[in-house]
T-cell receptor, first 111, second 116 residues
Framework: GENVEQHPSTLSVQEGDSAVIKCTYSDSASNYFPWYKQELGKRPQLIIDIRSNVGEKKDQRIAVTLNKTAKHFSLHITETQPEDSAVYFCAASYNNNDMRFGAGTRLTVKP | DVKVTQSSRYLVKRTGEKVFLECVQDMDHENMFWYRQDPGLGLRLIYFSYDVKMKEKGDIPEGYSVSREKKERFSLILESASTNQTSMYLC???????????????FGPGTRLTVT
């Protein structure tokens, strides 16, 4: 089955700096790669996703890149703000029932 | 507004008790999932269901069972709770329009279960 590894496990940046979180996956058949943000005490919520027919996707300050050959994808957050502080999870899926999550990255943005 | 609800936010049970966790979604989603979330381990899939009365094991099904009698409701059952089942349990649902495409999973608020 799919195995997703996520790095780093913790990340601390100064407000205004960029943050990058990386994930690798094992199943070359995976074709959907979402990123979820979980604020303290709240449910995970989708912030951006990418499908395997696209190499990059942007939404304001966040972007995701996908390298299918290397089987890795990354989340990029620019101009970080304190409200970006949360745990971020990547995931990879081949079909609707087979999504596997990374272990999470705790991002802290220091004012 | 999309909504997934779970029956309890916090639950304390004793070792050996039978525990029921319920999840309800109002989006007419075909797929429903149960995960447990532990620090450093992310979200691990326990069971999922792609239709009423249908279920599939995830990565960690041991000690759990599920029931889906109605499309909107998916229950997780701990037959005999043990201390190593103390965790945060998250339910999720997603659309299935066939064609092998995956869609966003919507999560419930979670149930923090403590087994003493």
């Amino acid at each position: 089955g799919e195995n997703v590894e996520q790095h780093p496990s913790t990340l601390s940046v100064q407000e205004g700096d960029s943050a990058v979180i990386k994930c690798t996956y094992s199943d070359s058949a995976s074709n959907y790669f979402p990123w979820y943000k979980q604020e303290l005490g709240k449910r995970p919520q989708l912030i951006i996703d990418i499908r395997s027919n696209v190499g990059e996707k942007k939404d304001q300050r966040i972007a995701v890149t996908l390298n299918k050959t290397a089987k890795h994808f990354s989340l990029h957050i620019t101009e970080t703000q304190p409200e970006d502080s949360a745990v971020y999870f990547c995931a990879a899926s081949y079909n609707n029932n087979d999504m596997r999550f990374g272990a999470g990255t705790r991002l802290t943005v220091k004012p | 507004d999309v909504k997934v609800t779970q029956s309890s936010r916090y639950l304390v049970k004793r070792t050996g008790e039978k525990v029921f966790l319920e999840c309800v979604q109002d989006m007419d989603h075909e797929n429903m999932f149960w995960y447990r979330q532990d620090p450093g381990l992310g979200l691990r899939l326990i069971y999922f269901s792609y239709d009423v009365k249908m279920k599939e094991k995830g990565d960690i099904p041991e000690g759990y069972s599920v029931s889906r009698e109605k499309k909107e409701r998916f229950s997780l059952i701990l037959e005999s709770a043990s201390t190593n089942q103390t965790s945060m349990y998250l339910c999720a649902s997603s659309l299935d329009m066939g064609q092998g495409l995956t869609y966003e999973q919507y999560f419930g608020p979670g149930t923090r279960l403590t087994v003493t």
